[in-house]
């Protein structure tokens, strides 16, 4: 097991969509992949109809995703 890393620099990662299902999980895949910098990632989704939710859905726990209305 390797120990969990924490910098004092926080980088918010803001990923707005709208039906990305092709792209969404490559968008969060690099910001999660940051290095040498506390990463949070928020998706924030336009009411996607396509299955963009379902590609966000294994991301669950490390992402933070809201729905704009």
């Not at 969509?17 to 992949?33: D, G, I």
């Amino acid at each position: 097991m390797t120990a969990e890393k924490h910098y004092s620099t926080l980088v918010s990662a803001i990923i707005p969509t709208f039906n990305a299902a092709e792209y969404v999980p490559q968008a969060v895949s690099s910001a999660l992949a940051s290095r040498g910098v506390s990463v949070e990632v928020i998706v924030i989704d336009d009411q996607s109809t396509d299955t963009t939710w379902q590609m966000l859905d294994r991301f669950s726990g490390a992402i933070r995703c809201l729905i704009w209305f």
